[in-house]
């Protein structure tokens, strides 16, 4: 599956954006979906959880409180609310179906979207 994730930009501290993430061909209905970041230079870091339902969500305690996952009412985008950002949110963020396994780590996904690029400064 091609996901595309898209919605980033630059924003001041204490701004907020929504992220989006899209499947082409097909609807993200029926699979969890995580957000990951990344820096130049560091680790791929997880975000946010959502499962397939809906039911079940997840967020890293750096953002717990500031950032939410959601579904579409559709079920074909996932959405990721930062709110309050901070410079430390800046980074690549990327979109990614999750095939099995812990959903915090890289290797639980196994289709990873293009990242968007999130810039929070003043």
């Known amino acids: 599956v091609q996901l595309q994730a898209y919605g980033g930009g630059l924003v001041q501290p204490g701004g907020s954006l929504r992220l989006s993430c899209a499947a082409s061909g097909r609807t993200l209905s029926g699979y969890g979906l995580g957000w990951f970041r990344q820096v130049p230079g560091m680790e791929r870091e997880f975000v946010a959880f959502?499962?397939?339902?809906?039911?079940?969500?997840y967020h890293a305690p750096s953002v717990r409180g500031r950032f939410s996952i959601s579904r579409g009412n559709a079920k074909n985008t996932v959405y990721l609310q930062m709110n309050n950002l901070k410079s430390e949110d800046t980074a690549v963020y990327y979109c990614a179906q999750y095939d099995s396994g812990t959903y915090d780590r890289v290797q639980s996904y196994d289709s990873w979207g293009q990242g968007t690029l999130v810039t929070v400064s003043s």
């Open positions: 959502i499962n397939f339902s809906g039911a079940n969500r």
